[in-house]
Each structure stands twice: as structure tokens, then as C-alpha cells.
């Protein structure tokens, strides 16, 4: 808990690392936004001043407001992200598991058309000095590289990642001040009169203004998700100095353009983020936006691998390897994500080849994020007990705004959108049939009451006459109750092959809504004969059943409560340890007539993902060697209701 605490005291050093680790996403939007915004169209006033407005506005009732002050309050004991506030609220409502699902899909696929756009659009500043450079070869290089360093942990990269984006949000609004300097008046454009003034004037199509502004706030997100990294003080403090910063930055791109009024100029390549830069300054300056963009990036890898290993836990994806490369809490890896999302950038950099083309990618996906968030959040308002007309009027606010930022980026599906939904998509389908095929399959798990067995069990043991299977026989069971046991695990014991051991063990895990939590229960079922051990951790802790049942049965041997010396003669004369065996039990689902379609569907799709997920005792942290796999089918037909007559 100390630690807890300590994580969100407000320091210097939590401040700086705010910087580093939460803000590159929404930091480097100034890259691209007012390009967007411009587009093709005339310079004017109207769409200069309203585009400022929508993007101060957008910043304020969007980040400020509902992330910054609001959704920050809701942590699990530190920790952000969906899955956090999922695991805070799903007790409320079955259907939560939803935009949970959802939510965690659309950032994911997030995470794939981030790294190229903002690492093209920096990139891409160099094309006013160098005209024929090959700006696709150097982002694709770039974005290798970045995907290389991450089974090295990043934990040396992190300490440079916040003084580096000191400097960066530094130089932004030094460069917009010397601009604002030059025509003062511009301060005006904070009024929310012009935002609407643009809106709502016909001669702009006010839907493709939206999905260009809504890329400001496109990192919202990731300040939830890091939560656990930072402290809640420390984000919302340094978001004052990130706010002011892209407000003073934005202003001076809207001065640039405005001493251009009437005319049309080509941002791709004139654009306004390095016009505002002194000639001098320029290849720095490039040079700072490159390094920003893969800090932006790598923020957003490290939030997939997060996010991947809380879905694992919570049975809504595959197993997959996780790695800790680092000793520095929270730092893990994922190398099927990791190569996963390195491919997925690199194609979306060979499809869309510019930055402005992945615009039109962009943005689609992270506002369904936001939704999502936003149903969560209200669930974890009433969770709170906050007045019903507090909860509504953040539902319907943010709903609203939300919806329409959302029509706003679905113009943009056939020139890019339909990528992003499609990776989500899949993403979706993985998450939705792992979750649903691992209910199908509960529902046949049959219990038994274990007491009906005790008396055997214990005879077994002590039966001389049927050869030693080990000393210390482990079966890992889903049974929630210590009354019940899988039948499937009896049938193991005394008929499979009769195993008799000298104590037989029983370990449930229970992935608990807590993200670090360790603890165990012991219940001893018969008395040096059949015990069961249930653990509870964290939805962030790393499940090594191996180290944490040695653990468990040290400290019960030193206590005394247990004796796990071999009963074979010769080697209790030396006080020698008895073997352990671990036994997993492999549950096949048999053909059958009982399922639906959907079901039957759902079934083959999990059997095709089980081939690229980790086996049950990979999975658990169980020493090969010591484990025995039991394929049983799982009887989807009743026996007793099929028909056959007997011929005398």
C-alpha cells in the first residue's frame, strides 16, 4: 500500500517522467492538426480563428475535463486504463464486458497507425531541405528499429524520455509565443463564439473540420491508461505546462497562417508547425520532432503490452509470453504483440505512404475508445454514489460530444478510416470468441461434492498394492469452492490410471479485480492427504504457479503443517524430498449435435487460436518436466439421450 501511496505524491521526478512516458501521443498532434483542419481550402479567418477555437474547446471539455479531472479519479488501487475501470465496475452489469472488449480493441488498433503518422509527419519536415529524399525508407527504418529495442526493455530509453520532452513542449510554445508577439489579437480565438461561427457556416463541410480537430486530443487516452506509471497528481499537474504549451503552439501556426489570408498554399509542404521555425533552427528542430514522435510511439507500444497482458488475465485473449526484460514495475514485453504491431506499422506505412493520407486512418478508432470510456465511466460514477443528474449530464455531454466527433471521423472510412475498424475488428473477434468459448466450455465442466470422496481417496494413498504414481500428485482446478471439485479430476485419480501419491494437492488461481495482489488460502481437506491451496492475484501479476506453490509449500513445511519427505524407505532414512508431478487436464471438446451455429462458429475459431497460444502449463510457469498432460473429452452429448435397440 506504501508503495501505492508514494506513486502518487507529486515530485519533481514523477512530474518529469509524466512528460516522458503520458504525453508524446497527444504532444506531437501539433504535427498535424492544423494541416488537417486547412486541408485544400482558401486561408480565411473564419476557418483560421474557428479551428483554434474547436482545438482550445476540444482540449478543454475532452482532456482537461473528462480525462484529466474526471476519469483519473477512477483508479484501481494506482492503476489506469480500460481494463482497470472494467475490473472496477464489471460487477455492476454482465453486458460490461462489452465496451470493455471494445474499447481495449479500438486502442490496440490504435497503436498501429500512431507510430507511422506522427513519425512521418516528422520525418517528412526534412522534404523542404532535401526534396528527393525517401522519407517512406527512413520512417520504415525508424519503425524497425523502435520494434527491435523493445525485448531490451526500455527502461534506459524511459529516463531520457522526460527531459527530452521538456524540451520539446519548451521549444513548441517558445516558437508560438514569437509568432502571438506579432499579432496579439490572436488571443481572441479562445472565445467558443468562432468554434461555432465555423460550424455552423455552410461553405465548410463542418463533419471533416471535426475529424481533423479531433486529432488534438487523440491521446487522451494513453493519460488513463499510464495512470499506474505516473500518480494521478503528477499527471494532472504537468498537464498544465503540456496544455499551455500546444495552446501557445497552436495559436502561433493560426498567426503564420493568418499572414497568408486568402491564399491557398499546399501544408504538405509548407507545413505550419516548421514554417514558424527561424531557418537557423530548422534541421533542430526536425531533429527534436523525430525523437518526440518515437517517444509518442513508444508510449503507445508499451500501452499494448499492458493491455494485452490484463486481457490475458482476464481470459479475454490468448495466452501469450509475457517477458519482464527490466526489475522496474510495469515494464514487460510481449513478443507476438510486439512483431504483430511492428508489421501492422510498417503497412500501414507501404499503404498509405504520407502523413496526410494516414490522417483519414486516424482518429476513428481512439474516438470508440472514448465512448467506451465514457459508458464505463458513468457505471463507475454510480459505483460512487454520485447524484443520478451528475452521472447523466456527463453521460450526455460526453455522449454528445463524442457521437459527434465520431460522425466526424466516419467521413473519413473509405480514404483510410476502414483500416483501423477492420484491424479492431479482428482484434474484437479474438477477444469476443476466447471470452465466450471459455463459457461454452464452463457450462459442460461438471462439479462433484469432493466429500463424497475423501474416504477413497485416502485408501488409495495408502494402497501398496498399486504402484506409486508420485509422491506429491499436483491437479490444477477451476472449481470456486473448496466443497466441489471437477469430475474430470476424480475420473483421473482413481480411474484414468489409479495414481496414488502420498498427498494430493488441489491449486485454484482467482484472478482478483486488485492489480498486484498476492495471496493464498490453504484448506486441509483430509489431513496430509489431500490439500487445496487458492491463490488470488492480481489482474497485473504474473501467474508462475511453479515459484508461487514452492513458496507456498516451503512456508507450510516450516511451520510444520505439512510433511513432503519421501515415504520410500530408503530415502526417508536421508530425509530426501518426495518427487512432484504436476498433472494438467486438457479439456477437448467433442463433436455435437447440442451447440448452436454461433456456437459450433465460436468453437472452431477458439480451436484455430489455441494453436497460437501458450499450452495450460506454459501458460502457468510449470516446469515441463514435472507435468503430465491428460487430453478428456468434453461430452458435449448426453449418453443417456441417445437411442439404441438390442438385437437378440
Not at 474547446?57 to 484501481?76: G, R
Not at 473540420?209 to 487522451?220: E, K, M, N, R, S
Not at 486481457?311 to 479475454?316: D, P, S
Not at 497460437?612 to 510449470?622: A, K, N, Q, T, V
Amino acid at each position: 500500500m506504501s508503495q501505492h501511496k508514494n506513486l502518487h505524491k507529486l515530485t519533481a521526478a514523477g512530474l518529469l517522467i509524466s512528460l516522458g512516458i503520458i504525453y508524446g501521443d497527444i504532444g506531437t498532434s501539433p504535427l498535424y492538426v492544423f494541416k488537417e483542419i486547412v486541408g485544400t481550402n482558401p486561408i480565411s479567418e473564419t476557418l483560421i480563428l474557428g479551428g483554434v477555437s474547436c482545438v482550445f474547446w476540444t482540449l478543454t471539455l475532452q482532456t482537461t475535463l473528462k480525462y484529466v479531472v474526471i476519469t483519473l479519479q477512477a483508479d484501481n488501487k494506482g492503476e489506469g486504463g480500460i481494463f482497470s475501470l472494467f475490473s472496477l465496475v464489471r460487477r455492476k452489469a454482465k453486458w460490461l464486458i462489452v465496451p470493455a472488449v471494445v474499447g481495449g480493441c479500438a486502442l490496440l488498433a490504435d497503436g498501429i497507425i500512431t507510430p507511422p503518422i506522427t513519425i512521418s509527419a516528422a520525418v517528412e519536415g526534412l522534404t523542404s531541405y532535401y526534396p528527393h529524399l525517401p522519407t517512406m525508407t527512413v520512417v520504415i527504418i525508424i519503425i524497425a528499429g523502435l520494434f527491435i529495442i523493445q525485448q531490451f526493455g526500455t527502461s534506459l530509453v524511459g529516463k531520457a524520455f522526460g527531459p527530452m520532452m521538456f524540451i520539446w513542449f519548451t521549444m513548441m510554445g517558445v516558437l508560438g509565443m514569437a509568432f502571438i508577439i506579432q499579432m496579439p489579437s490572436i488571443i481572441k480565438a479562445l472565445n467558443p463564439y468562432y468554434a461555432i461561427h465555423l460550424l455552423t457556416d455552410h461553405s465548410f463541410d463542418a463533419f471533416l473540420i471535426l475529424g481533423a480537430v479531433f486529432l488534438c486530443t487523440t491521446g487522451a487516452e494513453a493519460l488513463y491508461s499510464d495512470l499506474g506509471h505516473c500518480g494521478r497528481k503528477n499527471i494532472q499537474i504537468s498537464w498544465i505546462y503540456v496544455k499551455t504549451c500546444l495552446v501557445l503552439n497552436y495559436l502561433g501556426q493560426a498567426v503564420w497562417l493568418l499572414q497568408r489570408n486568402g491564399k491557398t498554399i499546399n501544408l504538405n509542404l509548407h507545413n505550419p508547425f516548421y514554417e514558424i521555425m527561424p531557418q537557423w533552427f530548422l534541421l533542430y528542430g526536425i531533429g527534436i520532432a523525430t525523437i518526440a514522435a518515437v517517444i509518442a510511439s513508444q508510449a503507445l507500444i508499451s500501452g499494448s503490452f499492458t493491455l494485452i497482458a490484463e486481457a490475458v488475465r482476464l481470459n479475454l485473449w490468448p495466452k501469450v509470453r509475457i517477458n519482464y526484460p527490466t526489475e522496474q514495475k510495469g515494464q514487460l514485453y510481449v513478443p507476438s504483440v510486439n512483431w504483430l504491431l511492428c508489421a501492422g506499422c510498417i503497412g500501414v506505412v507501404l499503404l498509405f505512404k504520407h502523413s496526410e493520407s494516414m490522417g483519414a486512418a486516424y482518429g476513428l478508432s481512439i474516438t470508440v475508445a472514448m465512448l467506451m470510456t465514457t459508458i464505463l465511466v458513468s457505471k463507475f460514477l454510480a459505483k460512487r454514489k454520485f447524484p443520478t443528474y451528475i452521472i447523466v449530464t456527463f453521460l450526455v455531454v460526453y455522449l454528445a460530444i463524442e457521437i459527434t466527433f465520431l460522425s466526424g471521423n466516419l467521413v473519413k472510412f473509405i480514404n483510410g478510416g476502414w483500416f483501423t475498424l477492420s484491424v479492431g475488428a479482428v482484434l474484437f473477434s479474438v477477444m469476443w470468441t476466447w471470452h465466450i468459448a471459455r463459457k461454452i466450455r464452463n457450462r459442460f465442466v461438471k462439479f462433484i461434492a469432493i466429500e463424497d470422496y475423501y474416504n477413497i481417496i485416502k485408501e488409495l494413498s495408502d494402497d501398496e498394492t498399486v504402484p506409486k504414481y508420485a509422491s506429491q500428485l499436483v491437479y490444477l482446478t477451476s472449481a470456486n469452492f473448496n466443497s466441489e471439485i471437477e469430475s474430470k479430476i476424480v475420473y483421473s485419480i482413481l480411474q484414468k490410471q489409479p495414481k496414488r501419491a502420498d498427498v494430493y494437492w488441489l491449486v485454484h488461481v482467482d484472478v482478483v479485480d486488485e492489480p498486484y495482489k498476492r495471496e493464498y488460502e490453504v484448506d486441509f481437506l483430509v489431513p496430509n492427504k489431500l490439500i487445496r491451496i487458492d491463490f488470488k492475484l492480481g489482474f497485473r501479476v504474473e501467474q508462475q504457479i511453479n515459484l508461487l506453490f514452492r513458496k507456498v509449500v516451503e512456508d507450510l513445511v516450516k511451520k510444520g503443517e505439512v510433511n513432503i519427505t519421501s515415504k520410500y524407505k530408503s530415502l526417508n532414512r536421508h530425509k530426501i524430498v518426495g518427487d512432484f508431478r504436476f498433472v494438467v487436464i486438457e479439456k477437448i471438446v467433442s463433436r455435437s449435435q447440442h451447440l448452436s451455429f454461433y456456437e459450433r462458429f465460436i468453437m472452431a475459431y477458439y480451436a484455430q487460436l489455441k494453436h497460437f497460444s501458450l499450452s495450460e502449463e506454459r501458460g502457468f510457469g510449470l516446469d515441463l518436466s514435472f507435468v503430465t498432460i491428460e487430453k478428456v473429452p468434453l461430452m458435449l452429448a448426453d449418453p443417456e439421450t441417445v437411442e439404441l435397440h438390442r438385437i437378440d
